[in-house]
């Protein structure tokens, strides 16, 4: 299952991500975590991407990209990969595409998670953190006890003007993959509105159940 997950901010994209990593038992690529290990091993693609971060540059897509192809060449993913964050804009996609064709690999799936941009503003502006536990709790859909109420922290990027500017940023560089992918029969549209088991089998039913490892 070789499979890029796309969606705005908030939509649940990391809870389900979990549940295709388990049952298909492949590896998340995340590329925030992907760059953080190359300029942690000191790579070639590393170095220049550290570079770039140093200068408050963006790291430049072919870098990004050369990290993709090398990291889904190694034998963890053998059975496939979950590829996360990347790409973001449309010309990162089309390159991306390009890449993959010369590696010879193949996708086979983009899963898009549809939100309402007024519910994804409900939920993260919800959102409050824990310093002492670390836990994360919303006050409508997952309230904390009231015993942690006066400790609660609620993050600076949760306020409802630093979503909206995500959810502006997201609908005007990367919902424009969302046809490109359309287009070569690889999009899978999944509603991501209900409980996180709803959104799950929802998952499922447009993925399939993973195959067998031998």
Not at 142 to 168: I, K, M, Q, Y
């Amino acid at each position: 299952m070789r499979t890029i997950l796309i969606g705005p901010p908030g939509a649940g994209k990391g809870t389900q991500a979990q549940f295709i990593v388990n049952t298909h038992g492949i590896p998340h690529i995340s590329s925030g975590d992907m760059l953080r290990e190359a300029v942690r091993n000191g790579t070639e693609l590393g170095k220049k991407a550290d570079a770039a971060m140093k200068r408050g540059d963006l790291v430049p897509d072919d870098v990004v990209i050369g990290m993709v192809i090398e990291r889904i060449g190694r034998p963890d993913c053998a059975r496939g990969f979950l590829l996360d964050g990347f790409p973001r804009t449309r010309p990162q996609a089309e390159a991306l595409d390009v890449a993959l064709a010369a590696a010879g690999v193949a996708l086979d799936a983009v899963v898009l998670f549809e939100v309402p941009d007024s519910l994804i503003v409900e939920r993260v502006t919800g959102r409050r953190s824990d310093p002492e536990t670390g836990a994360i709790y919303h006050l409508k859909f997952n309230p904390p006890p009231t015993d942690a109420l006066g400790r609660l922290v609620h993050r600076s990027d949760d306020f409802e003007a630093a979503v909206t500017a995500r959810l502006d940023k997201y609908h005007r560089e990367t919902a424009p993959i969302v046809p490109f992918y359309e287009a070569k029969g690889l999009l899978k549209r999944v509603d991501g509105v209900g409980s996180p088991d709803e959104v799950t089998a929802r998952l499922l039913a447009v993925l399939g159940a993973p195959r067998s490892a031998g």
